[in-house]
């Protein structure tokens, strides 16, 4: 299994910019595909974006596509989520998991602890 750890979040402007990142660790992450997902209070956990386990095939929720970039390191074991143009609608607490590649959280069978994503306007 894979255990990971998200950094990066904070309080931004609307218009502003932050790069999420997930270090992982276990022997399965260069094999897995990395998911970004988001969550706010009340609601289902919501697809983001997601990319192979060879840094290629990215995909993303259409309300992020064109502002959100994923990408990957598998020689530093981590994966980043840069966001750009950031909404007030982009607040959220935002989850990386491992597994296979998929826009249903349920395919994953990990995930880590969540960083909270602030979008003041």
């Known amino acids: 299994q894979v255990q990971l750890v998200e950094s990066g979040g904070g309080l931004v402007q609307t218009g502003g910019s932050l790069r999420l990142s997930c270090v992982a660790s276990?022997?399965?992450?260069?094999?897995?595909?990395i998911g970004w997902f988001r969550q706010v209070p009340g609601k289902e956990r919501a697809f983001v974006a997601v990319?192979?386990?060879?840094?290629?095939?990215?995909y993303y929720a259409d309300s992020v596509k064109g502002r959100f970039t994923i990408s990957r390191d598998n020689a530093k074991n981590t994966v980043y989520l840069q966001m750009n143009s950031l909404k007030a609608e982009d607040t959220a607490v935002y989850y990386c998991?491992?597994?296979?590649?998929?826009?249903?959280?349920?395919?994953?069978?990990?995930w880590g602890q969540g960083t909270q994503v602030t979008v003041s306007s």
């Open positions: 276990g022997r399965t992450f260069s094999s897995s595909a």
């Open positions: 990319i192979s386990w060879s840094g290629g095939y990215p």
């Open positions: 998991a491992a597994g296979p590649r998929s826009m249903s959280p349920n395919a994953y069978d990990s």
